[in-house]
């Protein structure tokens, strides 16, 4: 059977989602109103207790749900239940198809007829793990029609939007979320929005903002928030506060992947491969995303260890192509890499053909700059960079590819512009002397 994984570009929409997921489950006790018989076990929940957020216990919570709806198919509540723990088992695990099988119990009970507002909010949400933004879209849109304060559609909305690259709806959608419900997860979009805007101290802060508002008995989230402020710390530059914020993530939730990964970005930005190395593969064991086996590639390839290298590069190859399609964070990583580019320009723009986002913009430029087409390089990087994004690579791959199109005033304003950003992980440090040398196409400046 086919092992879905969770594609890297949209761990963040899912992992949102997930974040108010069992909000209510975990403040406090969900009641059936059927009694089980005393051969079944019932789920924790289903008993009034509430419900854990460890690695066992969202399992076992999984596992007691589909054994109740076993014998309760027509318990729309515990279904969209079984929904949620499932969006959340799934940031744990690496595995959305514990989503797709979530969704597809909940479209049986529409298609037997039972359709109600809680299936039907949770199906919207459940729509982005199956790249079907625009369906997303109008599904939360039609919903809102009916009960326009709710919080859940408006991040649905500003997730698929984000997915799509229309990123000024999706700021406003989470403007609009945290307007009316200033909690974890609307401050977790609101950081994400201000760091794709530039703007990393400011996502910094309102990411600690989303951590001191997850419930304190949600282990979970208290390790996916100081995941992600080790990842703002990184890109800061702050070694040491990144590396702090890894480790209480994984001291909060032993082997979390995401904090694995986390802390192996950390090792590998002080030069401490080995120890890179070792994170990242106990990151994999965990959960083998695609973008975290090019990683470790990336890192065997530092220790000069090629055969290796080659052999994950491969994995996380197969990984985008038959488990976790993400053609944009794809064709990047095949251009990146030098590993078919024409195939990475297909890719590219079948990405570009349904989305505006940053990452398959820069993919398509960085696709057609190796392959020869400036013009539709350009064009792609300035659309790329247009929410002032401070990603040190994206500017290194800006500036090659304006330099080649003969502006070499942008091109020394975005080599700069690179430079003043801290380096993270083992991105090219486009060093002044690289750009001396005329590597990018520009003069030595006396």
């Known amino acids: 059977m086919r092992r879905h994984r969770l594609p890297s570009s949209r761990a963040r929409v899912l992992a949102a989602m997930a974040a108010g997921a069992v909000t209510a489950v975990v403040a406090g006790a969900w009641f059936l109103r059927a009694a089980p018989s005393s051969a079944q076990v019932r789920p924790p929940f289903v008993a009034g207790s509430p419900i854990a957020t460890g690695r066992a216990d969202l399992a076992s919570a999984r596992a007691g749900l589909q054994v ?7 318990d729309a509540a515990a279904a969209v239940r079984l929904a949620e723990l499932s969006l959340r088992e799934a940031r744990v695990t690496g595995n ?15 298609d037997r007829g039972t359709r109600t507002y809680e299936i039907e909010r949770m199906l919207a949400a459940l729509l982005l793990s199956e790249h079907r933004f625009v369906e997303a879209r109008q599904m939360a849109t039609r919903l809102l029609a009916h009960e326009p304060n709710d919080t859940w559609l408006h991040g649905v909305l500003g997730d698929a939007a984000l997915e799509e690259g229309e990123y000024e709806a999706a700021f406003a959608a989470f403007d609009r979320m945290a307007t009316l419900r200033p909690d974890a997860a609307a401050y977790a979009r609101v950081a ?4 794709l805007g530039g703007d990393v101290e400011g996502a910094l802060r309102v990411m600690e903002m989303a951590r001191t508002a997850s419930s304190p008995h949600d282990i979970e989230a208290h390790a996916w928030h100081l995941t992600q402020l080790s990842a703002l710390q990184l890109q800061l530059g702050r070694l040491a506060e990144a590396r702090q914020a ?4 994984l001291h909060s939730f032993a082997n979390y992947a995401p904090a694995l990964a986390a802390r192996a970005e950390v090792l590998a930005a002080g030069a401490d491969l080995d120890g890179a190395v070792a994170s990242m593969t106990a990151a994999v064991t965990q959960a083998p995303a695609p973008g975290w086996l090019a990683r470790l590639g990336d890192f065997r390839a530092a220790r000069g260890e090629g055969e290796e290298a080659e052999r994950l590069y491969a994995r996380a190859d197969a990984g985008w192509r038959n488990e976790a399609p993400e053609p944009g964070a794809h064709a990047l990583f095949l251009a990146m890499h030098g590993r078919d580019v ?5 890719l590219a723009q079948r990405a570009t053909a349904s989305s505006n986002d940053i990452v398959s913009q820069e993919a398509l430029a960085w696709s057609a700059f190796k392959s020869g087409d400036i013009e539709t390089a350009r064009a792609a990087i300035e659309r790329a960079l247009r929410t002032g994004s401070r ?9 090659a590819i304006v330099a080649a199109a003969g502006d070499a005033e942008r091109a020394r304003d975005l080599v700069s512009s690179a430079l003043s950003q801290p380096a993270v992980g083992l991105e090219a440090p486009a060093p002044p002397s690289l750009v001396a040398d ?3 196409g520009l003069r030595r400046e006396d």
């Open 96 to 110: 959305v198809g514990l989503v797709v099988e979530a969704s597809a119990r909940l479209r049986e009970l529409v």
């Open 246 to 249: 890894a480790e209480r993530a």
């Open 68 to 74: 109740w709806l076993t014998s309760h198919p027509e």
């Open 192 to 195: 994400y929005a201000r760091e």
């Open 342 to 346: 024409p195939r990475a320009l297909a």
């Open 438 to 440: 005329g590597a990018l």
């Open 391 to 399: 990603s040190r690579r994206l500017r290194v791959h800006a500036a």
